[in-house]
Antibody, heavy 121, light 113 residues
């Protein structure tokens, strides 16, 4: 069974930093792109970033470029999101998701339960 | 970036009736080399993470009831619930998998009439 468990969320002040982690099991982690998606309270889903199997490619939504860094450790089957210079508008539930095996692949995301990040002013 | 637009934003359907959700992309999601459309559908119930329902625009994920079906091609796609059940009350999202970023539609809320 595919499992993704996020951690590291919490309350942080505007301008602060947090590091989210996602521990995975039940699939060959190193064979898949991995993704972070967020959802502000009462709002829709926003794709945040993803990373290739070997970490050599990363893509970000414009609103987090230069502030967030996605990374992975294939020896620990874990995904990370380093969030710096946090803004109130970054407040959201952050979901880790197993992405696809290939860049061009439409086989969908499998999701964790999420971790809540709250940025106070 | 590809923009995904869903319609309607919400709909209320009687139990046992058909629910239809539309998703339109700003550019084609059809990749000719694979003859597939790079679109997925998700269901999100209150307090839960999204759940994959449909991928490749029309392939049901394992375990998803067959009352859920996906159709469409290129820029216009549809998610149909053939006979709405109480447990289908949720918000439904489409997502583009054609390149980066993999954008989502804004969501469609389905309720019981």
């Amino acid at each position: 069974e595919v499992q993704l468990v996020e951690s590291g969320g919490g309350l942080v002040q505007h301008g602060g930093s947090l590091r989210l982690s996602c521990a995975t099991s039940g699939f060959a982690f190193s064979n898949f792109w991995m993704t972070w998606v967020r959802q502000a309270p009462g709002k829709g889903l926003e794709w945040v970033a993803n990373i290739k199997q070997d970490g050599s490619e990363q893509y970000y939504v414009d609103s987090v470029k230069g502030r967030f860094i996605i990374s992975r450790d294939n020896t620990k089957n874990s995904l990370y999101l380093q969030m710096n210079s946090l803004r109130v508008e970054d407040t959201a539930m952050y979901y880790c998701a197993r992405d696809t095996p290939y860049y061009y692949d439409g086989s969908g995301l499998l999701w964790g339960q999420g971790t809540l990040v709250t940025v106070s002013s | 970036d590809i923009v995904m637009t869903q319609s309607p934003d919400s709909l209320a359907v009687s139990l046992g009736e058909r629910a239809t959700i539309n998703c339109k992309s700003s550019q084609s999601l059809f990749y000719s080399s694979t003859n597939k459309n790079y679109l997925a559908w998700y269901q999100q119930k209150p307090g839960q993470p999204p759940k994959l329902l449909i991928y490749w625009a029309s392939t049901r994920e394992s375990g998803v009831p067959d009352r859920f079906s996906g159709s469409g091609s290129e820029t216009d796609f549809t998610l149909t619930i053939s006979s709405l059940q109480a447990e289908d009350v949720a918000v439904y999202y489409c997502q583009s998998f054609y390149g980066m970023p993999k954008t989502f539609g804004q969501g469609t809320k389905v309720e019981i009439k």
